[in-house]
């Protein structure tokens, strides 16, 4: 008898411990800030420009050890240019800060909610979800790939869909070489 209850007390203990870490939409994973890491390209008829940008919150969602949602908040007055030092290091991340570009001190920072996720393979998921950019909120399609505590995306973006329109030629005819093209990618390494 006094094993019986024993082993009823260590059902029910398991049985809460595994709720504490799911909810009613699945198993939440934080992201650890610290950790993840976001790199932009972004490309111009006459080369290209790279940086970074951090994370300020994010969770993957996972059912049965699943994908099945995800909402990341990105800090961007963070936004830093990597392939540039001193002086032009300044300012372009002045300038991709000012209204030219994402105007920052009206928006500071951009969201991705995952709205449909869909298993393409053993560690891979095509996702659907709404991207919110300057206010603006698209629909954006990209593959993610999770493997134990880790998961990489690359996220190709079209800026002129978030009114981003400096050196743009969807707003400005002639820019020649100094066009600056629509999109741009985001190399997503996030740790959970």
């Given at each position: 008898m006094?094993?019986?209850?024993?082993?009823?007390?260590?059902?029910?203990?398991l049985g809460f411990a595994?709720?504490?870490?799911?909810t009613?939409d699945?198993a939440k994973?934080e992201?650890k800030?610290?950790?993840?890491?976001i790199?932009?390209k972004a490309?111009?008829v006459?080369?290209?420009?790279?940086g970074?940008?951090?994370?300020?919150e994010?969770?993957?969602i996972?059912e049965?050890?699943k994908?099945?949602?995800?909402?990341f908040?990105?800090?961007?007055t963070?936004?830093a240019?990597?392939?540039?030092?001193g002086e032009?290091?300044q300012?372009?991340?002045?300038?991709?800060?000012s209204d030219?570009?994402?105007?920052?001190?009206?928006?500071?920072?951009?969201?991705l909610i995952f709205?449909?996720?869909k298993?393409?393979?053993?560690?891979s998921y095509?996702?659907?979800?709404?991207?919110?950019?300057?206010?603006?909120?698209?629909?954006i399609?990209?593959?993610?790939s999770?493997?134990g505590?880790k998961?990489?995306?690359?996220?190709?973006?079209?800026r002129a869909?978030?009114?981003?329109?400096?050196?743009s030629t969807?707003?400005f005819?002639n820019?020649?070489d100094?066009?600056?093209?629509?999109?741009?990618?985001?190399?997503v390494?996030l740790?959970?």
């Open positions: 006094k094993n019986r209850i024993v082993n009823i007390i260590i059902v029910v203990a595994g709720l504490s870490f799911t009613k699945g994973k992201a800030i610290e950790k993840s890491k790199v932009w490309y111009k006459t080369g290209a420009h790279v970074t940008i951090d994370l300020k994010g969770i993957l996972f049965k050890g994908l099945i949602g995800g909402k908040t990105i800090d961007m963070t936004i240019n990597t392939d540039q030092k032009y290091k300012k372009l991340e002045k300038h991709l800060k030219d570009f994402f105007g920052v001190k009206t928006y500071p920072a951009s969201t709205e449909k996720v298993a393409i393979g053993k560690n095509r996702v659907t979800g709404d991207l919110t950019i300057k206010g603006i909120t698209n629909a399609d990209f593959e993610i999770v493997y505590r998961a990489t995306a690359t996220l190709k973006i079209d869909k978030y009114n981003v329109k400096f050196g969807s707003f005819d820019l020649k100094k066009a600056i093209y629509d999109e741009f990618d985001l190399v390494d740790e959970f």
